[in-house]
């Protein structure tokens, strides 16, 4: 995976984001090899405006919204959105 979390990455973002709550409920009715989720992540950020990504590896993504306003797709490079 070329976009795999390294140390370096996972501790500055654990400096920066206090996560409170990652659901992530799962569509397993769709086809063999993909499903659906729907992924809520709460989170502050000790350093509002500085910028930190998700991970998230699939085929796409149909919709990015954060804090209410939504972001576009190509914010999503199928391992990360940023």
Sequence with gaps: MPNNLTR???????????????????????G?????????????????????FVNLTAPDVSEITLNGRQLPLTSFDRDRIS
Excluded: Q, W
């Design 8 to 30: 370096d990455e996972a501790a500055a973002r654990s400096k920066l984001l206090n996560v409170e709550s990652y659901p992530v409920p799962l569509d397993l009715t769709g």
């Design 32 to 52: 063999e090899t993909t499903f659906g989720s729907l992924t809520t992540v709460r989170f502050s950020c000790v350093r509002p405006g500085e910028g930190s």
